[in-house]
C-alpha cells in the first residue's frame, strides 16, 4: 500500500474526527486517553486550530498518514521543536483496520528522510513496556534506547513503564561516543 505524509490543515479537521472517533477504544488500549472532552466536536475543533497555530509558529510539526487515495490511515507529530537544539518529540499512531502492514514504520522512515528539509538533527520518542509495535518501529528506524522509567503507571488494568528512545541524524561532525551514540 502507498502511504505518504501530508501536513495537517484546517481542511482535515472533519475527517481526522472521524478518524480519532472511529480509533478511540483502539487507541485508548495501548496509550492514557486524551478524555472524553477531546472527543466532543466543538473542543476538537478548538484544539485543531491550536495544532495549526502551533505548526504555523515552527513549534511543531504535524502530519496525517494517507493512502494513495487520501483517506486518513494514521497520524504523525514532532512536537515541542527546539530550534537551538534542532530537535523535536515523535509521537504517531495508526488506525486499528492498518496495524500490521508497516504502515508507522514507513511513515517514520518518511519523516527522518526529511529531517533535513525541517532542520532537525534528534527526535526523542516513548512508548510503554508493553507497546511492542511501537518499540520495534522506533527500533527498525534507528532509534536507541536510553531509559525504562522507574514510575509505574495503570494501562488498562496492566502496570506499566514508559520507554524512552532517541534518534540522531548522523553528519561529517558528528562521532560516536562509547555509548554508541553520535555526538
Not at 13 to 42: C, H, T, V, W
Not at 73 to 82: K, V
Amino acid at each position: 500500500m502507498e502511504i505518504k505524509l501530508e501536513q495537517l490543515t484546517g481542511a482535515d479537521s472533519e475527517a481526522l474526527f472521524e478518524f480519532e472517533m472511529k480509533n478511540r477504544s483502539f487507541f485508548e488500549e495501548r496509550i492514557p486517553s486524551r478524555g472524553d472532552e477531546y472527543y466532543q466536536r466543538d473542543v476538537f475543533e478548538r484544539n485543531h486550530q491550536i495544532l495549526l497555530k502551533e505548526h504555523s509558529a515552527g513549534d511543531s510539526v504535524f502530519y496525517l498518514i494517507k493512502n494513495g487515495e487520501g483517506s486518513i490511515l494514521g497520524r504523525l507529530n514532532l512536537a515541542d521543536i527546539d530550534q537551538t537544539n534542532q530537535s523535536g518529540y515523535l509521537g504517531y499512531r495508526v488506525g486499528q483496520s492498518f496495524v500490521g502492514h508497516g504502515i508507522a514504520s514507513r511513515a517514520v522512515k518518511i519523516l527522518l528522510q526529511s529531517a533535513d528539509d525541517i532542520n532537525i538533527q534528534q527526535i526523542e520518542a516513548k512508548t510503554t513496556t508493553n507497546n511492542k509495535a511501537s518499540q520495534k518501529v522506533l527500533k527498525k528506524n534507528g532509534f536507541k534506547q536510553i531509559e525504562i522509567m522507574d514510575e509505574e503507571i495503570i494501562l488498562n488494568g496492566e502496570q506499566v513503564k514508559f520507554v524512552y528512545y532517541i534518534w540522531r541524524k548522523w553528519n561529517k561532525h558528528n562521532h560516536k561516543n562509547s555509548s554508541g551514540f553520535f555526538d
